[in-house]
């Protein structure tokens, strides 16, 4: 059953607010919101927000006993038949607000793990979700007790694993050993296709970012592809690969990813590591930011530090300021880790040809031209590169051949000899 076959459950929003200077990791209007959001891309109706001020959730039932009171009154009142955490909650703790309320009760990492599991498509990011959802049960099933087969519909129960799910501990163990080896597989086979690519000398740029920052909608624009972009978190979730024509006629990819949030759940991290890796092996980051957005800051933060934490090695990242058409103007230098920066709108194509012209430069082997001149000895020479590289203008003259042809550093280093102005 997908999301929108589904009756909208009708949920409240939970969370504490612990007056954290970081923001990334407190409960804050913010932080409410995007989980709104989150609720609302998972086919919720989100019906109240309950949050408590407080220095850490209490560890038997989250709140406190009068706010747990105060929310039971609430799921009443408001008919409500799910609640939705904004901290991953214990077995322990999702049984004891269960049997005070009565209702259904997830937590934001369960959430995430569902929407994930409605957008997977590829076999491997079916597994990958599975896996990721069947480690996140694994530790609350004592809590849940012997009730798993309240698992049966609703969000947070969805996903390629739903029967699985009913399960018992030894049998989900044996299912996630048999998905690591299946992910091994598929891995081995992508693996091999990256060889393939990095063998045809294909130079590679990623776009990463937080979710939402316009990735795909940049994707389409530069490459003329038609990849599912839209107003909602975690549209993309498989990677892409296409081709990027540079005017250099260098052979260049892109690649779009799954994009990033805060509290993304650790499980799910772990598990699309591999995926993730084909970004970090790039050769150029293209760290795509929505600067319309009020939380630009927070966002460039979380995903600088979970681009630390899958070790990304690009030599260069290119902070790409994106939706400059609804954006407030771009500060001079803007915080975050970059080694370049451009404002675009992937929607109207501002900025664009200036990203290109940043990015051709960033991403290795760049061409330039270079005019040459052979003796009429030397046209072995000048056929051979004939053969190689990209000749733009070619002329029989008195004094031999004259040449210009765009050459990277290695071909030039070969032909400087017969350079000529
Ligand atoms: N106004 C404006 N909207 C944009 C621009 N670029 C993208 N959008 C919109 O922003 C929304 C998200 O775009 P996507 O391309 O799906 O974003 P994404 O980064 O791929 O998101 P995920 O795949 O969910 O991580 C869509 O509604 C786009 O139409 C832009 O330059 N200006
Ligand atoms: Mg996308």
Redesign the pocket.
């Known amino acids: 059953m997908n999301i929108e076959e589904r009756q909208a459950e009708r949920a409240i929003l939970c969370g504490v607010h612990r007056d954290l200077p970081d923001p990334v990791n407190d409960t804050t209007d913010e932080t409410v919101a995007e989980l709104r959001e989150l609720a609302k891309t998972a086919g919720a109706e989100v019906v109240g927000v309950m949050v408590q001020n407080k220095d850490h959730p209490e560890t038997a039932a989250y709140f406190g006993e009068g706010k747990l009171e105060e929310l039971r009154a609430a799921v009443a009142e408001l008919g409500a038949d799910l609640l939705i955490f904004d901290d991953e909650l214990t077995g322990s703790q999702i049984r004891n607000i269960e049997d005070l309320t009565g209702v259904r009760v997830i937590d934001r990492s369960t959430l995430i793990l569902d929407i994930f599991a409605s957008r997977a498509r590829s076999k491997e990011g079916k597994i990958q979700v599975e896996l990721a959802q069947l480690r996140y049960n694994l530790p609350r099933l004592v809590g849940l007790g012997t009730e798993l087969s309240r698992l049966g519909g609703g969000i947070g129960t969805r996903g390629p694993g739903e029967t699985k799910l009913e399960s018992d501990r030894r049998h989900i163990r044996r299912r996630i050993e048999a998905l690591e080896e299946q992910l091994r597989e598929v891995e081995r086979h992508r693996d091999l296709l990256r060889n393939r690519r990095d063998k045809d000398g294909a130079v590679t740029a990623a776009l990463v970012?937080y979710?939402?920052?316009?990735?795909?909608?940049?994707m389409n624009r530069l490459t003329g592809s038609n990849i599912f972009?839209?107003?909602?978190?975690?549209?993309?979730l498989d990677p892409t690969v296409r081709p990027l024509e540079l005017s250099d006629g260098r052979n260049a990819v892109i690649v779009?990813t799954?994009?990033f949030i805060r509290k993304l759940p650790h499980h799910l991290i772990k598990a699309f590591r591999s995926t993730l890796e084909e970004a970090a092996e790039a050769d150029v980051l293209l760290h795509?930011i929505d600067a319309?957005d009020p939380e630009m800051q927070t966002h460039i933060a979380v995903a600088d530090s979970l681009l630390e934490e899958l070790g990304c090695k690009a030599a260069r990242t290119i902070a790409v300021f994106?939706?400059?058409?609804?954006a407030p103007p771009l500060s001079p230098r803007p915080r975050g880790r970059y080694t370049d920066y451009v404002s675009v709108?992937?929607?109207?194509g501002e900025g664009l040809d200036r990203l290109l012209e940043v990015l051709e430069d960033a991403l290795p082997g760049k061409k330039r031209e270079v005019s040459l001149l052979f003796p009429y000895s030397d046209s072995g020479d000048a056929a051979r590169l004939h053969a190689t590289e990209v000749v733009l203008e070619e002329e029989y003259t008195n004094l031999g051949i004259k040449m210009r042809i765009l050459a990277d550093e290695s071909v030039y280093s070969r032909i400087k000899n017969w350079e000529i102005q």
């Not at 979710?211 to 940049?218: E, I």
């Not at 709108?345 to 109207?348: E, I, K, P, Q």
């Open positions: 970012g979710t939402n920052a316009g990735k795909s909608t940049l972009a839209a107003d909602m978190l975690f549209a993309t779009d799954v994009g795509v319309s994106n939706k400059s058409d609804i709108s992937a929607a109207t």
